[in-house]
Nanobody, 122 residues
Framework: EVQLVESGGGLVQAGGSLRLSCAAS????????IGWFRQAPGKDREVVSCISSEEYSTYYADFVKGRFTISRDGAKNTVYLQMNGLKPEDTAVYYC???????????????WGQGTQVTVSS
């Protein structure tokens, strides 16, 4: 089992930046693909980005391409989501999750963090 804890959320003005962290503990972190998802009030959870366990292949949703960057640090058991050029529509609770294989489908993820709030003001 993997335990995930997100941090780094907060309030930022449009155009600003935040870096989210997803710290993992428990089973071998390097075995898991890690995904970032978000859920805004009244909307379904949607994938933002994910990174594989090996070769560090990445996936980005179209609405974040060119603005967000996902990375992982095996030594720190942490995955990061660097978010630049934030927009009010990026406001949501952001969750990280762990899966055995890289996928953009939330149903493919077995372990979830508690989420961190990101609010972007206009």
């Amino acid at each position: 089992e993997v335990q995930l804890v997100e941090s780094g959320g907060g309030l930022v003005q449009a155009g600003g930046s935040l870096r989210l962290s997803c710290a993992a503990s428990g089973e071998t972190f390097d075995d898991y693909a890690i995904g970032w998802f978000r859920q805004a009030p009244g909307k379904d959870r949607e994938v933002v980005s994910c990174i594989s366990s090996e070769e560090y292949s990445t996936y980005y949703a179209d609405f974040v391409k060119g603005r967000f960057t996902i990375s992982r640090d095996g030594a720190k058991n942490t995955v990061y989501l660097q978010m630049n050029g934030l927009k009010p529509e990026d406001t949501a609770v952001y969750y990280c999750a762990a899966a055995w294989a890289l996928t953009s489908w939330s149903s493919g993820y077995d372990y979830w963090g508690q989420g961190t709030q990101v609010t972007v003001s206009s």
